[in-house]
Every structure is written in C-alpha cells, then in structure tokens.
C-alpha cells in the first residue's frame, strides 16, 4: 500500500547512512523530496505555466528527530506513510523535556512487535507512534515511566498549546524548599547547629526531590542514565557524606533551573503557535444574504465570507464585492498595505484595514496559507542539521565516559593519598555535570529560533540543515523572469518586415501566440483584439517556439534559434536583431513564405530596489550569476544593468542544470527562481530559492526556502540570519563545552564543590538557551537588515 518503512524502533542504522546525513545533496533529499520535473515553453524564455507541466508528488523522508540512535535518516513527521493495517497517533508528552528522555521511552518500547516506527518532535514535546495495536497498552507503558501522554488524535487536528514545566510546578513548594535550602546553607556557614541546619536540608529535598528522585530511580530501573539518575546519585551521595545542606542547594538550584530552561524553550514553541492563532476563531459568513456567525473549521470551501475594517481574515479566498486594503505583513513580512478588489486573492491571517467586503473561500482552515506556513515550520523544527546529529553522536558518548570518570575517580584516588570521603566527593561532584543538557540543547533552539523568526518575515525554511548549508554559500544563481523582472512582459513595438502589411502577418503571429501561455506570449496577444485564424499541424518546439499550417501557409513563431534550425535568418537581420538586443528588449520573430515577417520588441521592468539587493549579497561574499532561456544579449544587458557578476543567455532546461553543476563544483551554490518552471535547475542546487509562492502549493513543496512574496530583500536578511544562527550555534558549543572543561580542571586542581558543579551545569544550559533565544528578538532583525 504505501511504501517500506524504512527505521523500524529498535533498528540501528549504518556507518553509511550516518555519513550520508551530513552531505548537502542527502539534506536535499531528505527534507525537499523527490526532485520535481520542470520545462520551458517554446520561446526559450522563463515562463510560469502549469498546463503543460506535470509536477507530480513528492515525499519527504526524515527520522526520528530525537531518537537514541541520532544519525537515523530523518522523516518528516507530517509525512509519515502508514502501512495497511497500521495507525499512526500522535502522543503529547510535556514531560520529554530533554533528549534522555526519549531514550528512556524507546528502551522502554523496545521489543514490543506491534510498534513499526517512533519519531520524536523534541521542541513540540510531540511522540509519534506507527502501530497495530492498542494505542493505551503503549501510553500505559510510558507513564510507568513517570510520564503522562496525552493522545493528540491527529486524525481529528486537535492542537495542543505547548506549556512549560513551571505551569506544573506547584510555586510555593519550590520558593519553600529555597528558602529552607538557604537557611540550612546560612547555619552551616555561620557554625551553627548541624542538627538545624541537616533538618532544613531535608525540609528542602522533600519539597523538591520526590520527582526528581521518582524519575531518576526510572532511568535507572530502565538502564538509562539521564540527568535526573546523576542529580539522584549525586544528591543521595552527598546526604551520605554528611555534607546536608549542600545537598539541598544542588537540588533546589538544579528544580529551579530546570523550571527556568522549560520557561526559556517554551518560548521558543509558543512563537509558532502565535503565527496559528493569527487567524479568527470565527467569521461572518453571508447566509441568504444574512451575516451568520460561524466558527472557521466548519466554513465550506465556496462560502462567501464578510470581511469589516480592522477585521483578520479567517480563511483564503478570492474577493467577490467591495474594495479594500489589506496587511499582509503576518504572511509575507511586507509592512505596506495592498489594494485589493473584486477577483483579488486575501489570504488567512492577513488584516483588512479599511473597506468592508465580501469574499469567497477557497481552502478550508487546515488548508489555508497561514496553515501551510505553520505545517512547514513544523516539519522544519522536526528535521536536524548536520551539526546536530555531529553534537548527538558526541552526547551519547559523553554521558557514560564522564560516568565511568567518576567512577575511576572514586577508586583510583585514594591510591595516591586522597582521603576516601573527599574521593567519593570528587566524583559526586563530576557526576553533576555529567548530562550533556547544553550541549545537547545548544542547536535546536537556535534553530527553531531562526525558522520562526524568518516565517515571520515571510521566508519558509524546509529545515535547519538548510541554515547550515546557506551560511557557507558561495554562489547565487538567479532566473530572470519573475525574479530579477517583474514578471509581467509588454509588448513595446513591432516591425513588420519582408514588404509585408500588418494584415497579412498580425493574425497569422497572434493566432501562434494565442496557443501559448508563455508570457512573451500573452504580452503579444494582450492588447489584441482581432479575429484567430483556423490552423492545422501545429507544433511547439521546446525551447524555440512554435511551428504550423494556417490557410495553407507554413508559419513560425519563436526566438532566433527556430529560425535558424529552418534557415530563415539571413545576415542582414541577424545584424538589425543583435542591436535590438542589445537594448535588452526579448524578440519574438515571426516567419511567413521562409521569410521573417515581423519582429515583436517585449520588455519586462526591472524589480524595484534589485540593484541594491545584489550590492548587499556581493558586500556578504557572495557570487551573483544571471541564467535564463532569454537571448544572450538581452541578458547581458539585464546583468549589467543590475549589477550582476555573470550572465547566461539562451539556457533551455537541461543547460540550466548543466550550468548549476559547473556552479557546485566551484562552491555551494543556490538558485532562486519562481518555483514552478525552474524545478530542475532548483533541484540541481544546494539550496532552491522559490519566490511569491503566497497561494501556489506546487512552489512551497518544491523550493528549500520558499520566500512569500516577490521581495528580493529578503534574500540578504535569510543569508545574514542563516550566518547569525550558526555563529550563535558555535558560541554555545563553546560555552557548553567550555564551561564544563573549565570546571573540570579546576576540579583536578582541588577547587572545586558540588555547588560549583551545579553552577557550571545549570549556568551552561541558561546560557546557550538564553544566547539561542536572541535570534528571535527584534533587536538582532534591525542589526541583520543592517
């Protein structure tokens, strides 16, 4: 029915795989799917249509984002193929508040036949389960594991808001067991009663320590060893010892700290909640000509929906009466209103700013852009980047060394004069930080950050691999039609040739045109308003133009290219054809008796503010190439007058992947263009670029980086971002690993306590977490538009 699933629960995976993970071309694979095939109409150009193209599906293959084995092949969750006689639940789990946990779970799980697959959305707390059987036998086996999942029904579109461990954290339990924590450590520094200062220690880890302890007696029942067994051991090990309110402080600062970093991550999850809830939970719909309050998921797609001043609109639609203006900026980052009226597409989220009207939907609420936006998001956070699956491999090796250190700590230094209590000491106090919590956490957060804050702007990122890859780009290719241009050719001039008359060549020229839909095509047909004539034998010849009979006369329409091939062009017009060129004009020839007839002169405007645009990319390093299906001249003179480094004119389909090719070769290298008629090219690269896919499902599935509307800025700020994230990224790598090693050398010096091991830990986890949370703020957008 569907196909193999391919990471089955307790499957290991190979060297191969693993290696395979990191490569930018596996990223592609994995996180875009099946390439897309694409062409180009008969003229040679750029052009946008869909009737002739067959785009097809495609799918997506992505892992477990949090499983125990880190460099499985990743799955995209949303994407998940469900073998006959298998259901696939979603299980909300708030307490899978750290990569251990999920190891925790699959050992757990591990064995039990009617489990096919597990994956885990770490950041959405969100477990998902391929099986056969009861789906309550599997929750009941989790929660004896001190954990309560939530059955998310995926099949209903039930959303669950993310909370925070603090919203179940009893407040006053945990400011109580601070206070004793600190009235024990007051005593004991003050000399005063042991006896007063042990029963506020143990007044404390009573408040505290029962879940803590609960969880950390799980792991270990369960063979895992995760943060909480090691705080248990550690704890436990210093009560033995005597040392009471020392093991007060390490558990009420550990509690606190754990309260803090959820409050900090959730954060993080709620910002992509909030793009959601940018819809209305209800709207107006026009019943009988009556306004009838309804709630969003139960409109019809073709309802008709009424729309006041300062209103958002619910769902995506098409306007049927009135004229308006409208913000768009929750979709597509643009802050400038735009005119709307009758035929004009609004979108979900958006925000109606003065006139009141009506219009028709077109999707329904799961289905509408804002939602899509919201889905990609998702599936991006569940997808890891190289470097995440380096810092996962490096953490689960971390954890049992730095166990089997403490070990050797307590056992080997009493050999050479270390007292048998300061040597158990030492290792309880490496045992702290033994969880590899930071480091762990020192990627997804940043990332998720990213991805959020870039949707904001109105730029869909397919996964944090692709921040990666972006960061170190060298090249960026671009496709004129659409993308340096606006899109929208209009026929400047025509000239008729060959001592002909309009009459006998404009109907034959506009009656090829009209079989067309490219948009050199339409430009021609426009404004034209006479009759079409019957024709036989029609033919389109990719990447040329068009050939037929029409009333026994054979005709041509298409570049230079088509009239040369059938020996046309003579050298005299060659010369009159390469001027025009020059003067970026696109020139569609037409053909009559094997002479050609008339020369249509087409333009396409410049897109406002692409001169600066390429100023910004070429100031952050990064090569600007022009290709397109144009004449060479035109586009020689197109990449001139923006400033591009090099230009390619005359490029059919497959010489656009070639050049891609010979691109990579010097360097990553991208490819913008609009989705659709580029899809081999953008497939071809490193990272695909798709522009103004507000609306267009075919553009948001084929690109890397979907960029909602038609703004070239927004490429400078996506590269400035992408490279903001992973100097973040490596700034916390330093300070997880930084810190840790610091202590421990001052551990090996004899300076050092359990309550300096808890600092380290907990110090290391806020920071990364907190440096993480500032690509999501504001301040660091002013200083990426810089």
Not at 578 to 595: D, H, I, P, S, V
Request: glycine content about 8%; charged content about 25%; aromatic content about 6%.
């Amino acid at each position: 029915m569907n196909e193999e699933i391919k990471n089955p629960i307790d499957a290991g995976n190979s060297e191969e795989k693993s290696a395979s993970c990191c490569s930018t071309d596996a990223i592609k694979a994995k996180m875009r799917g099946t390439d897309k095939q694409g062409h180009e109409q008969e003229h040679g150009h750029d052009h946008d249509h869909q009737d002739h193209s067959d785009h097809g599906d495609h799918h997506h293959n992505e892992g477990s984002c949090c499983s125990v084995d880190h460099t499985a092949n990743q799955q995209q969750i949303d994407s998940i193929d469900v073998p006959e006689n298998y259901v696939h639940d979603t299980l909300k789990i708030h307490e899978m508040d750290c990569p251990m946990e999920e190891a925790l779970i699959r050992n757990k799980l591990k064995g039990h036949d009617e489990i096919d697959e597990l994956y885990c959305n770490f950041m959405r707390r969100e477990l998902h389960v391929v099986h056969n059987g009861d789906i309550d036998l599997i929750i009941a086996k989790i929660k004896e594991l001190g954990m309560n999942p939530l059955n998310l029904a995926v099949s209903s579109g039930e959303r669950v808001a993310p909370t925070s461990l603090y919203d179940r954290y009893e407040t006053p339990r945990l400011w109580i067991s601070g206070i004793a924590a600190a009235i024990s450590e007051g005593v004991h520094l003050l000399g005063g009663s042991a006896l007063i200062a042990g029963f506020f220690a143990i007044l404390s880890i009573i408040f505290v320590g029962p879940t803590t302890y609960k969880k950390g007696w799980l792991a270990i029942k369960n063979r895992t060893l995760n943060i909480n067994a090691l705080m248990s051991v550690a704890v436990t090990g210093a009560l033995i010892l005597g040392e009471f309110p020392e093991a007060a402080m390490v558990m009420f600062l550990f509690t606190l700290s754990e309260v803090i970093e959820s409050k900090s991550l959730h954060r993080a999850q709620v910002a992509v909640e909030k793009l959601l809830n940018l819809a209305p939970d209800v709207a107006t719909v026009m019943e009988d000509g009556e306004p009838v309050e309804r709630a969003v998921v139960a409109i019809d797609i073709g309802s008709i929906v009424r729309v006041r001043p300062g209103e958002r609109i619910a769902l995506d639609g098409m306007i049927v009466k009135g004229n308006t203006s409208i913000d768009e900026a929750p979709i597509t980052g643009e802050s400038v209103p735009v005119d709307k009226s009758v035929d004009d597409s609004v979108y979900a989220g958006s925000i109606n700013q003065f006139g009141e009207f009506e219009y028709r939907t077109t999707t329904d609420a799961s289905h509408s852009t804002l939602a899509k936006i919201v889905k990609t998001i998702e599936e991006a956070q569940s997808q890891r980047a190289p470097v995440e699956r380096f810092i996962d491999r490096f953490a689960a090796i971390y954890t049992p060394a730095v166990f089997i250190i403490a070990i050797l700590i307590a056992l080997l230094q009493p050999l050479f004069g270390v007292t048998w209590f300061q040597s158990i000491y030492n290792a309880l106090v490496i045992l702290i930080i033994a969880c590899p919590c930071a480091l762990v956490i020192s990627t997804p957060v940043a990332i998720v950050s990213s991805l959020t804050r870039l949707a904001r702007h109105g730029i869909l990122v397919k996964g944090g691999g692709f921040l990666e890859v972006a960061s170190g780009m060298k090249i960026l290719a671009f496709d004129k039609t659409g993308t340096i241009t606006e899109g929208k050719p209009t026929l400047i001039k025509q000239i008729i040739t060959g001592g002909m008359v309009e009459d006998e060549v404009i109907p034959y020229a506009m009656t090829l045109a009209s079989r067309s839909d490219h948009p050199v095509s339409k430009a021609l047909v426009r404004d034209y308003k006479g009759e079409y004539l019957t024709v036989d034998r029609f033919e389109a010849i990719p990447g040329q133009g068009t050939k037929a009979e029409i009333q026994g006369e054979l005709v041509f329409l298409g570049n230079v290219r088509l009239m040369q091939n059938h020996g046309i062009l003579y050298d005299v017009e060659i010369e009159t054809i390469t001027e025009l060129e020059k003067e970026g004009y696109t020139l569609t020839l037409f053909a009559k008796n094997g002479r050609i007839a008339a020369i249509f002169m087409v333009a396409d405007k410049l897109k406002k503010g692409s001169k600066k645009v390429m100023k910004r990319l070429q100031a952050l390093g990064l090569k600007t190439v022009l290709i397109s299906g144009d004449n060479e001249n035109t586009v020689a003179t197109i990449a001139r007058e923006v400033g591009i480094d090099k230009a390619f004119g005359a490029q059919l389909p497959e010489d656009k992947v070639t050049r891609i090719r010979e691109l990579k070769a010097k360097g990553v290298t991208g490819m913008i263009g609009d989705g659709i008629n580029d899809a081999p090219a953008l497939a071809t690269s490193d990272i695909g670029f798709a522009m103004g896919v507000m609306g267009s499902d075919v553009a948001i599935e084929t690109a890397n980086v979907a960029l909602m509307d038609d703004d070239l800025d927004k490429l400078p700020l996506f590269f400035r971002q992408s490279r903001a994230t992973m100097r973040i990224i490596r700034q916390n790598i330093t300070l997880a690993l930084g810190i840790k090693a610091a202590f421990f050398i001052a551990l090996l010096l004899g300076h050092s306590s359990m309550l300096a091991a808890v600092f380290a830990d907990v110090g290391a986890t806020l920071l990364v977490v907190g440096n993480s949370l500032r690509l999501l703020y504001k301040k660091r957008d002013q200083h990426l538009n810089q």
